[in-house]
């Protein structure tokens, strides 16, 4: 098992770079997430798919950010255009359903120069 | 404007004695909260949760308090570790918030042996 796995761990860009992450969530898990972490803060919500349906996003989710879960498995985030304010701890996490417990990625960790 | 509030950024704790963790909410329509413990460079672990018909649960060592009329949840850590050490964030969900998790800005536990 297996639980949620992004890649990769760890994203060094230059500003203006566009880079993808990908989420691989626990297999059974209709629901998935994507979560932005900066120093000092908790995770803020981004995005929400139920199976392959972006039913939730975050104002936080600009129109250079875009998320997809083709066929309902694996999830990608696409940053284009990055910015230094992009730089993150992206987190990926999936859950069976509302009120169930989030279980989260190790996160990718981008750093934007 | 912050949800969901941790007001104490840190808590030092010996080895063997109670550790809280305190948690405030402003969103009447929370119904659903729970704790998560973060490492360095890992993702969020789940702790425990609590629904809001219910004032309180159990697990092992971990329980979390809740009160509706005041808003305010805790974690109770008895006896600590210093494995415990760690940063403790409360997150909730629920109302307008969807089916999204609202973190906290988290508290930095230490525990000393």
């Known amino acids: 098992d297996t639980g949620v796995s992004q890649d990769p761990r760890h994203k060094i860009t230059k500003r203006g770079q566009n880079v993808t992450f990908r989420c691989d969530p626990i297999?059974?898990?209709?629901?998935l997430y994507w979560y932005r972490q900066t120093l000092g803060q908790g995770p803020e919500f981004l995005t929400y798919?139920?199976?392959?349906?972006?039913?939730?996003k975050s104002r936080l989710l600009s129109d250079r950010f875009s998320a997809e879960r083709p066929k309902g498995s694996f999830s990608t985030l696409e940053i284009q255009r990055t910015e230094q304010g992009d730089s993150a701890m992206y987190l990926c996490?999936?859950?069976?359903?509302?009120?169930?417990?989030?279980?989260f990625g190790s996160g990718t960790q981008l750093s934007v120069l | 404007d912050q949800q969901v509030k941790q007001n104490s950024p840190s808590l030092s704790v010996q080895e063997g004695r109670i550790s809280i963790l305190n948690c405030d909410y402003t969103?009447?329509?929370?119904?659903?909260f729970l704790w998560y413990k973060k490492y360095p460079a890992e993702g969020p672990t789940f702790l425990i949760s609590?629904?809001?018909?219910?004032d309180k649960n159990e697990d092992g060592r971990f329980t979390v308090f809740l009160n509706k009329s005041a808003k305010h949840l805790s974690l109770h850590i008895v006896p600590s570790q210093p494995g415990d050490s760690a940063v403790y964030f409360c997150?909730?969900?629920?109302?307008?918030?969807?089916?999204?998790?609202?973190f906290g800005k988290g508290t930095t536990l230490s525990v000393s042996s």
């Open positions: 969103n009447s329509m929370f119904d659903y």
């Open positions: 609590i629904s809001s018909i219910k």
């Open positions: 297999s059974e898990h209709n629901r």
């Open positions: 997150a909730a969900s629920g109302g307008q918030a969807g089916t999204a998790l609202i």
């Open positions: 996490a999936s859950s069976l359903g509302r009120n169930e417990k989030l279980f």
């Open positions: 798919f139920q199976n392959e349906a972006q039913l939730e």
